[in-house]
């Protein structure tokens, strides 16, 4: 998920921290595999550190809020998260196959993917939801959480099925959106 709002700060802080890590390049739609299914992850090693720690540096010099491995192109079930980053704190969040398993109330907030560019819209989701998986150490772990954690969340975990947040949203303003979208890669070439 991209941050809506812009902050220079932040960005120029984490370019600081650009040591050893990579940072990977980000799909874009259409590219088809953000609309694949993510495998579950059965084996942790040490390329999906590897992967989680380059996803990590990835999201924060988007910036962003949140990435799947489908935005790097990896068909394996992992998000990796961070809501406080905006505000100058630091909360990473690694979650390996992360699931659902409860969601109430409903909210709408305005949305943005780092796989979907130029375009944001109010999507309707879940007020607060918890999410089981596993940490980077294979232990069991469990997140509740409300408000932007709670959109992140669900958000990212869409991409490991393959839907975005545009799949949310009125047939129509998406529509509108991807005929956009087709244009200006006509225009590029
Ligand atoms: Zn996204």
New binding site residues.
Partial sequence: ?KILSKCHRINNYYQLLDIAMAKLPIRQLPDPVLRQQAQEITEINGELQRLIDDMAETMYAAPGLGLAAP?VGVLQRLIVLDVAHREGAKDLRVILNPCIKSGEGEAVREEG???VADFSAEVRRHARVTVTGVDREGKPLTISGEGLLAVVLQ?EID?LDGVL?IDHIGRLKRGLYLRRLKKQLAAKG
Avoid: A, E
């Fill in positions: 998920m935005q993917c780092l796989s958000h991409h947040f």
